[in-house]
């Protein structure tokens, strides 16, 4: 039955079945249905085969055509949703203002056709996929959404028939399981399976997919069948397992329950092992073992693993049960499929997401049924999904396909919420991520080597090099941004418990080891790996939770994250084996769990309320807390002072990662706020002689001169000391989260940006650290951010340097700001290179410099008051108000004053910072919280008490060091005198007890016996014996135990004398700095004005703390004065006036020398300047003798040259030829010339289109080749110039340089491996003065002889005597110049003109290579480089004088190369046109019939004529034979000029112009009567019909204007002013006559005068003729007869066509490039999707010329030929190898010239006057109208390679 059936027509069938399924009693339609399934579906078949996928068409559109079925299913679409699916690389929008959740995007469509005006937009390439949102309210705010799914279609759609869709349900659940069979059969086990069988599988199945998809596209009507089908339980248990007698099948299925039995995260042969004991549930038990535990990697290799380190304490390490509360054992199981969707997934995982796959289940998700059941199914295969990916060799791929599904998803709040609480959502999630880096944990090496039980994941895994995990921890960030999800997480504590021990794997995360001995030898890149790692997988799941923790309401939920940090610390500390000092030498910057509570202490305090010390743990605890931040903080020290150099160049990477703007406030931010928070609980003197120790610099802090140190090289010592009172100076008085409201943070780091460099305004987004979570609420862009930009910057709008670099639109901070805001301390904080601090001061200074405040020597970094601490927090000021940070501050004021080694300016800049800190932050004193006075006694030998402001003016009298006996002190002692003073009783008290090892002095003893001190306080506390412990004196002997290591012997006690106090030494230092002995007199504080002191130098910083101190303290005050009225010279302890003496003569002598060099270099940039001033000037670069002189005076005969390579000077020989450097190159740009000034329009519909046909170059091609038609081939080539398209032009940069060291020079170059941007071997060099680009030596031609002023003498002879000597001249032959190396230069500049353009640019005649094609090439290259000349000065001569082109010209020399090459071809002189031009020829018969005719002189291009005979005669050429020359020309110019006049005319207006010009034949001047000449030439041209009856539509279009004798007039000059302007161009070059300006109405006269046509006398304001120019030496009518007679005389055929040479117009417009739109849009969405011309395809990278319109492919393949892509061919073919491309992706323009390529930039900028590169900010762009005019300059005057300086070989690739 069934085969009778397939062999039927398919549709008629199919209408057969149709019917039959229709009535009520359907079942044998159904068995027919089932049977010819059965046949055409059958899985045995090969999937290629087709049939069976025409049969199911056929069959669901039920008889009609499956076209019309889809069109009529459409029409019942229910969707409200757009839906559209993207891959990766699709371009779509997203608007943040229109969006609900931050991954919101819209297809093209719905954004345009949504209205978003004022919106914050960008338009994105998706790089993973994604779908559009229009339609979904969950998403995106209805305003947003577009006009066709703003209305809910959904209401009014009809119901769809029943019989519509009948025989898709019967048919399509044969179908999947027909797919599904094909993916069992396909899949092989992973050990035999390749990448490429699974590949194979997919290909073949290709068509079955996509005609689901296309399925899917029909709408919401199928959409529902599908979606009931897939998950229909009963459909799947039928057909799942299929019949019992196929072997086939059967055989599938068992392949598919293998397949699954691995899916789980435990595997089968695990279950079994532990299936007996069932694993502790507890929370701590999990947590515990998870600790201890580590996991194999994946099932398969549980056995592998097993032993590999059987000898660890762990024992055997099996995995333990993750679940810790097992809500949910099925997390651990094999999955169980109960419909085809799931089964569906299982394989789509299984075959790694492969895109067809992905695409059909997106595409189905607007069917809300599917969306729900589909999500459920992608979390129950959550666990598979990881392990597949942790497999699979494409990560990236698969990455990225996971994320396109999970991202539509998660992001919906409601979808997500019901799968937490349905499935387990987080539980799999947490559990999924923990398995995942179990994978690849290793042992922490920190602290303890041996001992330690941490374990940490290990950086070099490709699971982590690689970023495979970030798809999971992608989503679990993406599901913790929706609140009731998150409220869900913190509320369970086991799954927080959980989470911290995922957290505590990254701590302590790629550890570094100091290397003492040598570099090590292997740089591993991994600190890449962990620094993303920590931010993606810790810190943005942290900022997520934060965001939730915003209000009273939360408290709960951070209390309990606070409790778990610190129970997961303490389990961390105990792992480690921490006691209380950090293992020497070692650093992570990996401290998440630090940062988890740092970052949740912060928000309660600031957010929710919280009371900070019901948080914080005990005291013992919090030290151990700060150990490893602070050792951080001294590491970063340590590598900036060169003490990392060993490990590396990555270290460093390390330590800029660590405070990069993306990174900063997850790592270095939280660091510091924690080292606050325990500096503001724990002992400050312990604090800070923690921090001193840490940056390794308590040795150097002693009294004495010369000091060991045990642990620093000399070189490091002053770098440390500086990080580490820096980091004191930065730890109280940062207050980013100690107070400051989120403004005033944005601000401050807005303005530390801004203060480091001007910025744009993206990269300043960039910049400011913003909370890494999107939905935090500082969105960048948001309006806070817009508004704060303008409050503290002014924009300045991009400027254009001429040659200079394309600026973008800057945002520099305003004056007010550097006033007020500049804070130094915050710039420190946040440079990642060093220089950016010393940028930050410069800008500063120069500011100070200009507004006037402070203009000597250079300032000092200004103080910044800060905000007020908030109340918790304020115990942090206890640390600038301790002992120890006294002591410490008084040495090295005294250690600075007398000038001890290693100190420096910035040393004393932070002393002095934390003193006015200290005194703008009092402490209040609560007497009764003073411990027992007897604390007290142990200091009372330095300061009475803790106050800053009382212990300024205590006097320290005596202090006891330990030195080495070389030290100076030691040398001066004779004995201690009398103990006087309470200090100095104190230390004979003391010394009986220290005196055994005191290490330097006893102060320092005293201060760091303190380190003693902190293990005594350690152990107290671990004692917890508080009250014993307080009872007893602190007793110095406890140092006993710290020794430093090596200590040499011969150290002896040495008493110094000092007797100052702080305050003395701060008035000693001013003295100093202001190198005056009594700079402060006693009043001076009644004198100050207090404003005076924020910006300045040292001394103003000091008097400012002066001024401060006495204002607070009355006995300040009194000391002060005190001090400065005894104004003593500062005498140190008794030993260093002399080395004051040195140092000031130091300085001086530094002075002087950088005086000197001042001197120097201004003198060098004087002559500089001169030098270049007079290079540039030089009109042409012989500075042409008659020039500046009248010609009376000409200079001696030779003309002189320097030499720029040997310097020398002198003139050019035939020997020894001098050359000028020059560049040629091929140019198109005149043949881009069109006849209006309108410029053309880029096309941007499909509707426009620019023809090529209207430009110069093509008219110019078109009248060669009809000339060619008709007239002897040799003739033509002297008619007309070539070179419009691929002319050679030569510009020079003005110097001049022997050709043999050239020569010399460019073999050097050869030799030279440095790798430049240009090719030796072609040629091309740079200019060696000026380093302009080059390419050829023009040789300049021997000085002139005497005859030089008779050369340019004005002369009375006759035109009729001239006409004559220049026959005569041109008569003579051409000499073969001698053989001289000269001659030769000039041959091969000839080549080198030749090779510089194209083949098919030189060859116009018929047989290529003859020399008639050679002379008409080269006399066309100096009408080329005319012509350029005229374009460059705007297309007339109307300004006159030099201009810019002008300098670049070389037109005389390039005259005498081309003349010299000339005079090898001599003019046949039965040809020659100058016989035709000036007489009256017999009538010549004697011409063969078979031989064309010459091209008639009224066919003839002047200036053309002009150039050969000027080029043919003899050199030099005497100027009253050019202005002869000139004069003949003109008269032909003119006939010409009345011939296509007259051509133009009606034929009514012909007849009468034509008489009434008869009249005026013989007046006497009918000669010089434009009327007569023309009415002649009328009725000569008429004497054949042909002529003017040619082609009559011309006129008839013309014939409307009626031609007055002044439009007539007009006409006739515009004819002749492009001759006249050229001919004036070359007597300008030929003998250096002056271009006077001249008005551009009076052009013409002045251009006349100026070539001598009209007599001076003619010139005042009476209107002048053209026709008075003329000149005739013989009678005008019959050489004008005759003139006529040739066009007339030709064949009727030829004449027909011929006749339009007549009509010729030689004015064209300026060239321009194309005109573009002002939205750069406008070109994206028209071009981005066009179709190649060539290849049909959507190219890659499409692009744009921009000169002509042509769209074409960036380095596409499709396009290329002969190994050439099309933008190079395209280069060649439009501009000569000059090409101006758009690239439509990237908006930015690439210029080719020649092999060389390079990036120009863009002329679309942002709003914000920014280049958006590859359209990665997506912001609409406008046009930039002066960038456009700047490129369109660049590509006129060819001066592209001398202003863009990046350029590369393209090797044709582009």
Known sequence: MAASLVRRDKKSTAAHLKADLNWTDNSSGVRQLQELLDSVLNPEKPAADTEALDWCKCLIAGGEGFEEFCKTVRSYDNATLCGLVWTANFVAYRCRTCGISPCMSLCAECFNNGDHTGHDFNMFRSQAGGACDCGDSNVMRETGFCNRHRLRTGENVPSVPRDLLLMSEMVLPRFIICII????????????????????VLQQLEPQISFLEELTKMGGAMRTVLTKILTNQQIFKDLSVGQEENVYAKKNYEKYLSALKNSGLVSVEEKAQSGAAEPTRGAEAGALGLLGAEAPASPDESNKEEDQDGGQSVGQRKRVKLSSTAKDPSIMDSLKHKCFLEELLFWTIKYEFPQKMVTFLLNMLPDQDYKITFTKTFVQHYAFIMKTLMKSQESDTMSNRIVHISVQLFSNEELARHVTEECQLLDIMVTVLLYMMESCLIKSELQDEENSRHVVVNCSEPLLKNNTYWPLVSDFINILSHQSVAKKFLEDHSLLMLWMSFVSFFQ??????????????????????????????????????????????????????????????????????FVDEPAPNQVTFHLPLHRYYAMFLSKAVKCQGLDLDSLLPHQEMLMKIMVHPLQIQASLSEIHSNMWVRNGLQIKGQAMTYVQSHFCNSMIDPDIFLLQVCASRLDPDYFISSVFERFKVVDLLTMASVHQNAVLDGEQERPMLEGALTFLVILSSLRIHLGMADDEILRAEMVSQLCMNDRTHSSLLDLIPENPNPKSGIVPGSCSFEEMLSAVADFKAPVFEPGGSMQQGMYTPKEEVWEKEFDPIMVV????????????????????????????????????????????????????HCKTLHIVIFTLLYKIWLDHSNMSEHVLCMVLYLIELGLDNQVQEDKEDEEPCIEEHCHDSWFPGTNLLSNLHHVINYVRVRVPETAP????????????????????????????????????????SLVAERRRKFQEIINRSSTEASQVVRPKSSSTRWVPPGTPPQLVTEILEIRESMLSLLIKLHQKLSAKQNSLSATWLEDMETNSHAHGDGITAIERILTKAATRSRQSKRSIQEICGKVSPPVAPKKNSPTDKNTMDKDERRQRARERQQKLLAEFASRQKS???????????????????????????????????????????????????????????????????ETKKLPTTDDEHIYPADTCGAAHDVRLALMQRFFKDSSCLQSVSIGWEGGVYVQTCGHTLHIDCHKSYMVSLRNDQVLQGFSVDKGEFTCPLCRQFANSVLPCRPGRSTEVVSWHMPTNKKTAVLVKEVEDLQEQLGLFPTESNLSKEMESVIKDIKNTTQRKYMDYGKNPGSPDNDFLFMYSVARTNLELELVHRGGNLCSGGASAAAK?????????????????????????????????????????????????????????????????????????????????????????????????????????????????????DAEKSYDALLSHVIGELSKVKTVYDVNPEVPSMLS?????????????????????????????????DKLSGCPEVEEFSGLAGCLGLLAPALQPSNPIYSASCLDWTVNAFDLMTQWCSEVTGLSDTQAKKSI?????????????????????????????????????????????????????CLKGLCCKQQGICECVLHSQHCGAATGIFLLINASVIIIIRGHRFCLWGSVYLDAHGEEDRDLRRGKPLFLCVERYRVLQQQWVSHTFDHINKRWGPHYNGL
């Open 1600 to 1632: 409307s204007s009626v031609w007055s004798p002044h439009s007539i007039e007009y006409s006739l000059q515009q004819f002749c002013l492009p001759y006249l302007r050229l001919s004036c161009l070359l007597q300008h070059h030929l003998y250096g």
């Open 829 to 880: 904080l946040r440079t990642v290179y060093r220089r950016d601090v010393q940028s930050a001061m410069d800008r500063y200074s120069a500011f100070l410099k200009q507004s006037g405040m402070h203009t000597t020597g250079n300032p000092w970094p200004p103080y910044k008051e800060r905000t007020p601490l908030h109340p918790c927090y304020k115990g942090l000021d206890r640390l600038l």
């Open 508 to 577: 302590g995360m790629n550890l570094n080891k100091r290397e003492l001995s040598e570099h090590v030898e292997f740089e591993s890149q991994t600190y890449y790996a962990a620094f993303a790692a920590e931010l993606e997988a810790c810190a943005q799941p942290m900022w997520g939770l934060l965001t939730h923790c915003k209000v009273k309401e939360t408290q709960e939920y951070t209390k309990t994250v606070v409790r778990y940090c610190l129970e997961t610390l303490q389990i961390w500390f105990d792992a480690i084996g």
């Open 969 to 1008: 002190e030691v040398k001066r002692e004779k004995d201690p005198p009398p103990s006087t003073s309470a200090d100095a009783s104190n230390f004979g008290q003391n010394s009986r007890r220290l005196t055994g090892n005191w290490r330097e002095n006893v102060r320092e003893a005293q201060v760091f």
């Open 1171 to 1237: 030098f270049m001033e007079t290079a540039m000037d030089v009109e042409s670069p012989d500075a042409e003798a008659a020039m500046d002189l009248g010609a009376s005076e000409v200079m001696e005969s030779e003309v002189l040259y320097d030499c720029v390579i040997c310097g020398q000077s002198g003139p050019s020989t035939e020997d020894r030829p001098t050359g000028l450097v020059v560049l040629l190159q091929a140019s198109s740009v005149l043949g881009h010339r069109c006849k209006s000034d």
């Open 1448 to 1564: 670049r010209s070389c037109l005389n020399q390039l005259f005498h190369v081309l003349a010299m090459h000339m005079r090898l071809y001599s003019i046949d002189s039965a040809y020659n046109p100058w016989t035709r031009l000036t007489q009256v020829a017999q009538r010549r018969d004697d011409c063969l019939d078979d031989e064309r005719p010459e091209v008639p002189m009224l066919f003839r291009d002047c200036p053309s004529l002009l150039i050969i005979f000027v080029l043919t005669m003899p050199q030099p050429l005497r100027k009253e034979h050019f202005i002869c020359l000139v004069r003949m020309l003109y008269n032909l110019q003119y006939t010409q000029a009345l011939a296509s006049l007259s051509a133009k005319f009606s034929p009514e207006e012909r007849q009468a112009w034509s008489t009434s010009g008869a009249l005026k034949k013989n007046a006497f």
């Open 1700 to 1752: 339009t040479l007549l009509v010729q117009d030689p004015q064209w417009a300026s060239p321009h490039l194309l005109h573009l739109p002002d939205h750069y849009n406008i070109i994206f969405q028209y071009y981005h999707k066009k179709a190649c011309t060539a290849c049909k395809k959507v190219p890659k990278d499409p692009a744009l010329c921009l000169v002509c319109g042509t769209f074409v």
């Open 181 to 200: 069979q094909y993916l069992r059969d396909g899949y092989t086990e992973p050990d035999t399976s390749t990448e490429r069988d699974l590949q194979k």
